[in-house]
């Protein structure tokens, strides 16, 4: 009897040990297809992703230009920002530079590489002279006046991106990161549609 018990528990015990064994086997595997696919360049290197808000501010379009051209505002729309320093002695217009002071401490540089007086500008986000952090390879954000309607002036927010990370960063950004993105646009598209209404801080 006693034998019994004892062959039945040595078993269980390699039964154990093999699906550990398996276990360990499948997470190995797959840590060398994500690390080789990361290592992969991109299938279409030249595309960028896309993800945008649109909407209709209730002022005119002259008093949204006023607002949308004072790079120093973003804190009081956008969500874990606390704070914005202009870096360049110019505070618009092509070269204009400002740093983004995150609430968790970390900072995001952006800067504006297109102009068009009174319709809107286009900023680079980067980390100093690197590009932007994870997990974007290069990203750049659109703010533009579409034009003037009857009820107000029609604003959209675009933010073009390349995730990094090969064709790992091509899953991800396909299976996860392009719907989170559409849903923080959508989400900062409100706040800055309230705050430029309201004039005081919705974050």
Not at 27 to 43: D, I, K, N, Q, Y
Not at 65 to 85: F, I, S, T
Not at 155 to 169: E, F, H, N, V
Request: proline residues 4%; charged residues 25%.
């Amino acid at each position: 009897m006693r034998e019994k018990v004892s062959t039945r528990g040595l078993n269980r015990t390699k039964s154990a040990r093999r699906w550990v064994r398996i276990f360990f086997g499948i997470c190995l595997g797959v840590t060398v297809v994500l690390a080789l696919l990361s290592e992969m360049p991109a299938s279409r290197p030249e595309v960028w992703s896309q993800a945008r808000s649109e909407f209709v501010v209730r002022l005119p379009q002259s008093a949204v230009w006023q607002k949308l051209q004072d790079l120093r505002l973003a804190h009081h729309y956008v969500p874990g920002v606390e704070g914005v320093e202009i870096l360049t002695p110019e505070a618009k217009g092509v070269g204009a530079s400002r740093r983004i002071l995150q609430e968790d401490g970390s900072t995001l540089d952006e800067t504006v590489v297109e102009w068009e007086e009174g319709r809107g500008f286009v900023i680079r986000l980067h980390s100093g002279s690197e590009g932007p952090p994870l997990p974007f390879e290069s990203a750049k954000f659109r703010y533009w006046i579409e034009g003037e309607e009857a009820d107000g002036t029609r604003l959209s927010l675009t933010i073009s991106y390349r995730p990094a990370g090969g064709r790992l960063g091509e899953w991800v950004d396909s299976a996860v990161l392009n719907a989170e993105m559409r849903s923080s646009m959508d989400g900062l598209g409100a706040s800055m549609k309230d705050y430029y209404e309201s004039g005081g801080d919705v974050r």
